[in-house]
């Protein structure tokens, strides 16, 4: 499984923004920070603002700010927002030319790791990630050995 790169700026971008809370952040600043593209920065801010996640001031002197606050901010809910689908094989989506379709357990068994991996993901948020933030303490998955 990969992430988009959308959601890879777009994860780097909220970090950003929410370990300057004080100030507004600019797509430049955050572009020359991180070494990617502005343009690309433009489209994911966009996106990011249509979702709730960011507030934008334009104009001379504007710039981006978190909307709501880092600690209501869940990972899961960005990836989940972001990522156009989790079609982690060809059988995930629809019109799946697969022979095996319907006599296969693999479908099953990555829709579950899927499923961990998102639930996993929600147990984080924004806060977690900036500089201040302590991860909290999870219980670990037991890992299944092959036989």
Same mark, same amino acid.
């Given at each position: 499984?990969?992430?988009?790169? !959308?959601?890879?700026?777009? &994860?780097?971008? /909220?970090?950003?923004v929410? =370990?300057? =809370?004080?100030?507004?952040?600019? @797509? *430049?600043? @955050? *572009? !020359? ?5 502005? =343009? ?8 990011? #603002?249509? &979702?709730?996640?960011?507030e934008?001031?334009? #104009?001379? #002197?504007?710039?981006?700010? $978190? =909307?709501? %606050?880092?600690?209501? @901010? ?7 927002? &972001?990522?156009?689908?989790?079609? /982690? ?12 379709t ?5 479908? #099953?068994?990555? +829709?579950?790791?899927? !499923?961990?991996? /998102?639930?996993?993901? +929600?147990?984080?948020? $924004?806060?977690? /990630? &900036?500089? *201040?933030?302590? $991860? ?5 998955? %037991?890992?299944?050995? *092959?036989?």
């Amino acid at each position: 499984m990969r992430l988009t790169v !959308q959601s890879d700026y777009a &994860l780097r971008l /909220l970090m950003h923004v929410g =370990a300057h =809370a004080d100030r507004l952040c600019t @797509i *430049a600043e @955050i *572009a !020359q920070a991180h070494g990617i593209s502005a =343009a690309h920065l433009m489209k994911v801010t966009h996106r990011l #603002g249509q &979702l709730g996640y960011l507030e934008t001031v334009r #104009g001379k #002197g504007g710039g981006m700010r $978190l =909307a709501r %606050p880092p600690e209501r @901010i869940g990972l899961g809910d960005v990836l989940r927002d &972001l990522e156009p689908d989790f079609h /982690l094989v060809e059988c995930h989506g629809t019109g799946s030319t697969c022979v095996l379709t319907g006599h296969c357990r693999l479908t #099953g068994i990555l +829709d579950a790791a899927l !499923q961990r991996f /998102l639930h996993h993901l +929600d147990h984080y948020t $924004l806060a977690d /990630l &900036l500089p *201040a933030g302590e $991860l909290p303490l999870l219980p670990s998955f %037991p890992i299944k050995a *092959a036989s």
